[in-house]
Structure formats: C-alpha cells, structure tokens
C-alpha cells in the first residue's frame, strides 16, 4: 500500500537523479591526490545528464579575487581561464552566493561574451550555481546551453546542479583542507629541525664536579632563551644566560645570533662589561622590529672563587651564600639591541662557599602545582630546600617543580648555576640487593656516612634507623619482597647537610600514600615512616634520574655548634 | 638472632640476642607468640639486643597486644640504650611494662 506521506516512487527521472548524485558523490568521496581529475569527472557527468553542451567549474582565489577555470567539459577547454570576480554570470552567482538561471543571455546585462568572443563558441541560456561552505563561495558551477526541447533549463535542472555544487563544495574544501595539514606537517618539522640545532648551541653537560651548570626548557619547539660557559686557557670560566623578547622562531634566531656572538668574542674578550658593550654594538645594529636580549655574561675563577659579571637588562642574579642568606644582583645596563655605545659596569662577586644562580623569567613566573606563580620568595625556597643536591639534579629538580605531568610551560625555563665548592658530590654510591640480607649493609653504609659528616654516636645509630626503614618499606611496599630486586643508596655531603637518596625500581608511590601512623595508637607496623620523618630534617620524594621509579631524598642538617655535633 | 628460653619466677623469659630487624622479627615474632599460647606470663629479655627496627618493635606491640587480650602479664627487661632509644622515637617506652631484669621481678 503506498504511503501518502512520501513522494511517489515510481518515476524514473527522481530515480536516475539519485543514481546521479550518488555516482558523483561515490566520486568525490573516493577521490584522494587529484581534485582536478575528479572535478573533470563530476562535470562531465552533469552535462550528461542534463543535456547540456558546455560546462565548467570556476573557482575563487580569496587573496586576488579572481576566478579561475578548474575543470570542463564541452567542445572547448578552457581550463585555466581567468575572470575578474565581479564579471560576468559566474561573477554574479558568486557574488549574490544564488543559483542563476539565464534563458537567453541576450536579455541579460551581466553577460559578458567574453569567451563567446575568443573562441567562437554561442552561448544561449546559462544554468550557474554557487559552491558554498558555510554561506561562503568557494566558485561556482555552469552549465550552459540545454540541447534538448526547448533548449532551456527546467526548475529541475536548477535543483539538482544545486545539489551537486553542494557536494563538489565539500570535496573541494576537503581536499583544501588536507592540503593545510600537509604544509602544517612541513612546518612542524622544519620547527623541529631547527629546535635541534638550536639545542646544539648550547653547552654539552658536565660531569657533577664541574663549577657551573645550565638546564634550558622551551615552552615552545624552539627557544629565546639561551646558557653558554666554556672553560678559558688560564682555567677560568666565561660564562652567560639570557633571554630574546618574544617567542618562537623570530626570537629563537635572535637567540642563535647572540650565542654565537658571545662563543666568538668572550674567548678573547675577558672583561665582561666590554664583551657586553661589544655584542650590543653588534646586536644594535642589525636587530629589527625592536627586538632586544636581556643578557648577563661574566668570568668565574675557580681558584679565586672570584665572580665578575656585566648584567645587560637581565633579571638580577640571586645569591646564596654558605650560611643560607640571598643577595640580589640588579642590572646595571640596559637590555642588549636597543642603542649602540652603551657602557655596562661591571659587578663582582666572591663566592665564598656560596652558590650564584641565573635565571629567567620563566622559573620566577612559572607556576608549581598551587598555580601561584614562583616569584622571588618561591625561587629562594626551593633553592634552600634543593641545596643538599648535586648542580644538575639541583637543577632538574627545581624545573621539574614547574614540569609536573599536565603543567603548561607558558615560557622558556632557564638556569644557571655557578657552586664555589666542588662537594655536593655524590660521596658514595652504593647497590644493594633489595632482600631483608642487606639491611645490615644499608645500615653501615648510612653509619659510616654519618661518621664522616661528624655526627655524634647516637645520631649516626639514627641515621642508621632511617636508612634501614627506608630499604625496608622499599622491599615491602615497593617491590612486594620480590627476588632480584635492587635499590641504590646515594650520598652527599656538603657544608650544611648530609643527604641520603634512596632509588628503586618500583612503580611509583604516591607520596600522600607514605604517611606515618598516629603514634597513640597501639598497633604493629607503620612506625618506619614516622622513625624517618623523627630522624631527618627532611624526607620528600623527589623526581628519580632516568631509570629509577623512586627516589626518597632525605636530609639531616649538620649543626655547626651545639650538642648534637661531635661531643 | 639467637633466643633462648628460661623460666624465672613467674615469668617464661625468651631472651633475644643479636640484630632484631627485617631479617628477625618474623622468628622473634614467633616465639613470643608461642608461649603467650601457653597463658603464662611472657617477658622478653633484649639486654642481648645490639639492634632492633621498626619490625622488630612490630613483634614486641603484638606480643603486647595478644597478652593484654588474653590477660597475660607481658613486660620488657634489659633493655639496652640503643633498644630503649628506637622504643622512645616510637613513643612505646611508657606502654610496655620494663624491669631492669628478669631477676629484679623476684624481691
């Protein structure tokens, strides 16, 4: 029974309509490296099925505004053929953004005869309508000349090119739109490419012991900030960190330029203010679009612990000295870039056990897990809790304060850092199988640590405690007394603290997990948590180095005077 | 560790010697518990103890637990300064009965 609330069916014009629009659609749809090709097809179809003798596809570049023949079909090719946007019938449909239909283009002003006149060809009625994304024409589709009957276009005619610009619009816009991701791809690398050069500007790593340390994070693939340090001929250090206005590539040049400038002169230019002065000369006189570098560059001499530095703009550097107080360094010149001929005025430094740091804005406006940005006070906390670590862990620890998992780096992160003592070295590294036997072992090893540092006896018996419960927890909680596990006791020690750093393979705990247990309930277990935090000054879980799951950092700080030191 | 087993007085004492840690506790564990079964009065002898840890202090707390649940007299003696060091960090060195030595329960 038919249902009245549909079209009849049965009419065989609808059913080869469909059958059209399907054939075209299956066309695009399939269609992948060549669009003209399928535009050739999909118009040659069309003038098939409505009877025409002509036909093309114009399309519209936004930039010149002119239009362009991309595929036709007919007795002539004109492929390539470019019209003015406000010329002509394709012009009017394109600009109305309606479907035109004209019966006999004599009667019609916007008729041009501009091809009729160049080829010869006779236009007599004209079918165009419009492709649209989004109510934006990309061109249009035409038809001209019906050869049947009357030799017009019928409403019919009209509907379906409708429904076909609709569909060859969206092929078109796809293939423009895989085309986009081609070239975004290319940049990408490209970005890449020079992210990786730019990384080779900067200075290779030093083992532990080396005076100065850098670590340089991008936000971005590629950087405008920089560190550099070599060593001189006489021992001393040259040495510099800075940071170019903006972002991305432009600033990542800028960085290079300036890098490179300082690696060449500052091997024979060993009085920082005039080294300043003389790349800011350089820089000043080709840099463009007001873009400048804030940088500090100086000289270190490790015998002397001596530091002289020029500050061209930068941050101040912050110093800590060996009794834990900071001093900031402000700048005495202005940024690198700006005018030619400044003179930047030296500034000196004597180390003294203490440690200088260099930085940018990245760690003092980069946000830890609390989203409150750094800022002075928060870069001199972590300073003094970090300070028991050696300078590159230091370092790493201190970005990775900012480089939690889903952190967004909204800035290049750069650090410098310059120790006058060579201590905080690892004093010892110890493996140790992770079983019950070699407790005894980690126990010696921490009273053996604690002996060296001038711990009194009961306090080295503690140290031994902590160590021992920490290796335990490892073994129970961490590997579940699995066999042929290991973990590795590492120690440092320097003026202030000795630091115990407990690394084992196990998944990773969550600190909030490793609590002690309140002390006034009676109960078994629980109590090496609360054993470590009693004995050490510090107990944090920090970022392991790669390769390790964990890392327990603890701390006891050494008191210079008073009972608890060597009695 | 060694543990040997006397009887003085009224009490069954395990006198335990050597390093009481991870590697021990569950052995000190053991017999501390196994003659707490017998209902009589228990008192661990550490006087020989160099070293205890947190699972060894474990052991003690459920000794503790089991008599006081079963109304057996549990106590502490010869406590070493090192032993009584670790018992004081964990805040039990007011929780456990502590005689100088066994022989001192006999006045």
Same mark, same amino acid.
């Given at each position: 029974?038919?249902n009245?609330?549909l079209?009849?069916?049965?009419?065989a014009?609808?059913?080869?309509?469909v059958a059209?629009?399907?054939? *075209?659609?299956?066309?695009?749809?399939?269609?992948?490296?060549?669009?003209?090709?399928?535009?050739? $097809?999909?118009?040659q179809?069309?003038?098939d099925?409505l009877d025409a003798?002509?036909?093309?596809i114009? !399309?519209?570049?936004?930039?010149?505004?002119?239009l362009?023949c991309r595929a036709?079909?007919?007795?002539?090719? *004109?492929?390539g053929l470019?019209?003015e946007v406000?010329?002509? *019938?394709v012009?009017?449909?394109?600009?109305?953004?309606?479907?035109?239909m004209?019966?006999?283009?004599?009667k019609?002003? @916007?008729?041009?005869?501009?091809?009729?006149?160049q080829?010869g060809?006779?236009?007599? @009625?004209?079918l165009?309508?419009?492709?649209?994304?989004?109510?934006?024409a990309?061109g249009?589709?035409?038809v001209?000349?019906?050869?049947?009957?009357?030799?017009?276009?019928s409403?019919?005619?009209?509907?379906?090119?409708?429904? &076909?610009?609709?569909?060859?619009?969206?092929?078109?816009h796809?293939?423009?739109?895989a085309?986009a991701?081609?070239?975004?791809e290319?940049?990408?690398?490209?970005?890449?490419?020079?992210?990786?050069?730019q990384?080779?500007?900067?200075?290779?790593p030093?083992?532990?012991?080396?005076p100065?340390?850098?670590l340089?994070?991008?936000?971005?693939e590629v950087?405008?900030?920089?560190y550099?340090?070599?060593e001189?001929?006489?021992?001393?250090?040259?040495f510099?960190?800075?940071d170019?206005?903006?972002?991305?590539?432009n600033?990542? &040049?800028l960085?290079?330029?300036t890098?490179?400038l300082?690696h060449?002169?500052a091997?024979?230019?060993?009085?920082?203010?005039?080294?300043?002065?003389?790349i800011?000369d350089?820089v000043?006189?080709?840099?463009?679009?007001?873009?400048?570098?804030?940088?500090v560059?100086?000289?270190?001499?490790?015998?002397?612990q001596?530091?002289?530095?020029?500050n061209?703009?930068?941050?101040?550097p912050?110093?800590?000295?060996a009794?834990?107080?900071?001093?900031?360094?402000?700048?005495?010149?202005?940024?690198?870039?700006?005018?030619a001929?400044?003179d930047?005025?030296?500034?000196?430094l004597?180390?003294?056990?203490?440690s200088?740091y260099?930085f940018?804005?990245?760690?003092?406006?980069?946000?830890?897990?609390?989203?409150v940005?750094?800022g002075?006070?928060g870069?001199r906390?972590?300073?003094e809790?970090?300070?028991?670590?050696?300078?590159?862990?230091?370092?790493?620890?201190?970005?990775?304060?900012?480089?939690?998992?889903?952190?967004v780096?909204?800035d290049?992160?750069?650090i410098?850092?310059?120790?006058s003592? !060579?201590a905080?070295?690892?004093?010892?590294s110890?493996?140790?199988?992770?079983?019950p036997d070699c407790?005894?072992?980690?126990?010696?090893v921490?009273?053996?640590?604690g002996?060296?540092?001038g711990f009194?006896?009961?306090?080295v018996?503690?140290?031994a405690?902590?160590?021992?419960e920490a290796?335990m927890?490892v073994?129970?909680?961490?590997?579940?007394?699995a066999?042929?596990?290991?973990?590795?006791?590492e120690?440092?020690?320097?003026?202030a603290?000795l630091?115990?750093?407990?690394l084992d $393979?196990a998944?990773?705990?969550?600190?909030e997990a490793v609590?002690?247990r309140?002390?006034?309930?009676?109960?078994?277990?629980? &109590?090496?948590?609360?054993?470590?935090?009693?004995?050490?000054?510090?107990m944090?879980?920090?970022?392991?180095?790669?390769?390790?799951?964990?890392?327990l950092?603890m701390?006891?700080y050494?008191?210079?005077?008073?009972?608890e030191?060597g009695? | 560790m060694?543990?040997?087993?006397? #009887?003085v007085?009224r009490?069954?004492?395990?006198?335990l010697?050597g390093e009481?840690?991870?590697?021990?506790?569950?052995?000190a564990?053991?017999?501390? %518990?196994?003659n707490?079964? #017998?209902a009589?009065?228990?008192?661990?002898?550490?006087s020989g103890v160099s070293?205890?840890?947190?699972?060894?202090?474990?052991?003690?707390?459920?000794?503790l637990? %089991?008599?006081k649940?079963?109304?057996?007299?549990?106590?502490?003696?010869?406590?070493?300064?090192?032993?009584?060091?670790? %018992?004081k960090?964990?805040? %039990?060195d007011?929780?456990?009965?502590?005689?100088?030595?066994?022989?001192?329960?006999?006045?």
């Amino acid at each position: 029974m038919p249902n009245p609330a549909l079209p009849p069916l049965d009419d065989a014009h609808m059913v080869s309509e469909v059958a059209l629009l399907a054939k *075209i659609g299956w066309d695009f749809a399939a269609e992948s490296a060549d669009l003209d090709e399928t535009l050739r $097809h999909a118009i040659q179809r069309i003038l098939d099925y409505l009877d025409a003798e002509a036909g093309s596809i114009f !399309l519209l570049d936004e930039e010149t505004r002119e239009l362009s023949c991309r595929a036709c079909a007919g007795p002539l090719d *004109i492929t390539g053929l470019k019209l003015e946007v406000d010329h002509g *019938i394709v012009g009017r449909t394109i600009t109305s953004n309606c479907l035109q239909m004209v019966r006999d283009v004599a009667k019609d002003q @916007s008729f041009t005869g501009f091809v009729d006149a160049q080829t010869g060809f006779t236009t007599r @009625s004209i079918l165009c309508a419009p492709l649209l994304i989004r109510g934006k024409a990309l061109g249009a589709i035409e038809v001209i000349n019906k050869k049947s009957a009357d030799g017009l276009f019928s409403p019919a005619d009209s509907q379906l090119l409708v429904a &076909l610009s609709a569909l060859a619009a969206l092929a078109i816009h796809n293939a423009r739109m895989a085309a986009a991701l081609v070239e975004q791809e290319r940049m990408k690398k490209e970005l890449e490419l020079a992210g990786e050069i730019q990384r080779s500007l900067l200075p290779r790593p030093r083992s532990d012991d080396f005076p100065i340390h850098g670590l340089n994070v991008p936000a971005l693939e590629v950087s405008g900030d920089f560190y550099h340090f070599f060593e001189l001929p006489d021992g001393r250090l040259s040495f510099c960190l800075g940071d170019v206005s903006g972002k991305g590539m432009n600033a990542s &040049l800028l960085m290079a330029k300036t890098i490179s400038l300082f690696h060449c002169l500052a091997k024979t230019q060993h009085e920082p203010g005039v080294l300043l002065a003389a790349i800011n000369d350089e820089v000043a006189e080709t840099a463009t679009r007001g873009m400048f570098v804030t940088l500090v560059a100086g000289i270190y001499d490790p015998q002397t612990q001596q530091v002289i530095f020029a500050n061209g703009g930068h941050q101040p550097p912050l110093f800590r000295d060996a009794r834990g107080g900071f001093q900031e360094f402000a700048a005495e010149g202005p940024p690198i870039g700006i005018f030619a001929g400044v003179d930047y005025l030296e500034q000196s430094l004597a180390l003294a056990g203490g440690s200088l740091y260099l930085f940018t804005d990245g760690l003092t406006e980069g946000k830890p897990k609390n989203g409150v940005p750094l800022g002075d006070t928060g870069v001199r906390s972590l300073i003094e809790k970090l300070r028991a670590l050696p300078a590159p862990r230091r370092l790493q620890q201190m970005a990775a304060h900012l480089q939690f998992p889903g952190a967004v780096l909204h800035d290049d992160l750069t650090i410098m850092v310059i120790d006058s003592v !060579l201590a905080p070295l690892p004093m010892e590294s110890t493996d140790l199988p992770a079983c019950p036997d070699c407790l005894p072992q980690a126990r010696e090893v921490a009273r053996t640590a604690g002996r060296k540092a001038g711990f009194d006896d009961e306090t080295v018996e503690n140290l031994a405690l902590a160590v021992n419960e920490a290796v335990m927890n490892v073994i129970q909680h961490g590997y579940h007394f699995a066999s042929g596990q290991t973990v590795r006791l590492e120690i440092s020690l320097d003026d202030a603290a000795l630091a115990f750093d407990l690394l084992d $393979h196990a998944p990773p705990v969550r600190p909030e997990a490793v609590q002690s247990r309140p002390l006034d309930e009676i109960r078994p277990g629980g &109590l090496g948590v609360h054993f470590i935090r009693s004995i050490m000054d510090e107990m944090t879980f920090i970022a392991p180095p790669p390769g390790f799951g964990n890392c327990l950092h603890m701390v006891k700080y050494r008191k210079k005077e008073g009972s608890e030191h060597g009695t | 560790m060694e543990h040997e087993i006397s #009887k003085v007085g009224r009490f069954t004492v395990i006198a335990l010697k050597g390093e009481v840690d991870m590697r021990h506790s569950p052995q000190a564990r053991k017999v501390i %518990l196994a003659n707490l079964e #017998k209902a009589l009065p228990v008192m661990v002898e550490l006087s020989g103890v160099s070293y205890i840890d947190s699972s060894g202090v474990a052991s003690l707390v459920e000794g503790l637990q %089991l008599a006081k649940n079963r109304k057996i007299e549990f106590a502490l003696a010869g406590i070493s300064t090192p032993v009584m060091n670790v %018992l004081k960090l964990a805040r %039990l060195d007011r929780v456990f009965t502590i005689h100088p030595t066994p022989e001192s329960t006999l006045a």
